[in-house]
């Protein structure tokens, strides 16, 4: 593939973002170490022997997969930096296989059961991902994962007059989605958070020390627009909000 293309240079900015703020993640993501406590509780009872972590970051789910009595466990990430932090963090053993690079294009071994914490959003194409992941499961295998929907920072993208630069389909389309990749779904969930930061600034900042704006939108002087629009549209005595809509989902190969 062209290295000019726009596929990899959106790869290139997702990569580049992420493994800049590597070492500063686990003290701001605190939403995605709740998501994924919450992600856990999807687990099966009995846990299957063989299991594949995609987007494994810094190891916010992967601390979870780590209690479990596995025989086999993949974890990948597209950020080798994310993954050395992973490994100076937790106490990984030694037989568990690493793979870096990009989940949506990477072939995996056969596993059970496969896991993704906050990922999906950045794909490119999440059917085509699925399909490609669906071959990776074993027969009756399954596929758990956390992302976020279109209500996500809704606030931001009013005050800025911005469409998202990521994948934030609605439960409707992902249902399409799932069901197109030949996969049935077992459990859903939905969860509307409205969270408070200090004032627009610390927002900001904080979306940018958890990777989660990695495509440059904004020029110096619209920034300084978008925190006075923000502040004088979503600020409160408590400080100013952003909502987070996030979605859990549980399926399995048909």
Same mark, same amino acid.
């Given at each position: 593939m062209d290295s000019k293309s726009p596929v990899l240079n959106i790869e290139k900015k997702i990569i580049e973002s992420f493994s800049k703020y590597a070492r500063s993640y686990d003290r701001h993501a605190h939403l995605q170490k709740s998501m994924a406590e919450r992600l856990a509780s999807y687990l099966p009872e009995k846990p299957p022997g063989h299991i594949l972590e995609i987007g494994c970051g810094t190891g916010v789910f992967t601390r979870h997969l780590l209690t479990l009595p596995f025989k086999k466990l993949i974890l990948n990430d597209i950020s080798s930096e994310m993954i050395e932090i992973l490994k100076s963090r937790l106490?990984?053993?030694?037989?568990?296989?690493?793979?870096?690079?990009?989940?949506?294009?990477?072939?995996?071994?056969?596993?059970?059961? $496969?896991?993704? /914490?906050?990922?999906? #959003? %950045?794909?490119?194409?999440?059917?085509? *991902?699925?399909?490609? @992941?669906? &071959?990776?499961?074993?027969?009756?295998?399954?596929?758990?994962?956390?992302?976020?929907?279109?209500?996500?920072?809704?606030?931001?993208?009013?005050?800025?007059?911005?469409?998202?630069? $990521?994948?934030? /389909?609605?439960?409707? #389309? %992902?249902?399409?989605?799932?069901?197109? *990749?030949?996969?049935? @779904?077992? &459990?859903?969930?939905?969860?509307?958070?409205?969270?408070?930061?200090?004032?627009?600034?610390?927002?900001?900042?904080?979306?940018?020390?958890?990777?989660?704006?990695?495509?440059?939108? $904004?020029?110096?002087?619209?920034?300084?627009k978008l925190i006075r629009n923000y502040d004088n549209r979503f600020s409160t005595d408590q400080g100013v909000y952003a909502t987070w809509e996030l979605y859990y989902f549980s399926i399995s190969c048909q």
């Open positions: 106490n990984i053993p030694m037989d568990i296989n690493i793979v870096t690079g990009n989940a949506e294009t990477t072939l995996f071994g056969k596993v059970d059961l $496969i896991c993704a /914490n906050a990922v999906f #959003q %950045w794909f490119l194409n999440p059917k085509e *991902a699925l399909t490609n @992941l669906r &071959n990776s499961l074993n027969k009756n295998g399954t596929l758990i994962f956390s992302t976020f929907g279109p209500g996500t920072l809704v606030e931001f993208r009013q005050a800025a007059s911005l469409k998202s630069p $990521i994948a934030l /389909n609605t439960m409707g #389309q %992902w249902k399409t989605i799932i069901r197109k *990749a030949g996969y049935v @779904l077992n &459990n859903i969930d939905i969860e509307n958070r409205k969270i408070f930061s200090p004032n627009t600034m610390s927002l900001v900042k904080n979306l940018q020390q958890i990777g989660a704006a990695p495509i440059r939108m $904004i020029k110096a002087g619209g920034l300084r």
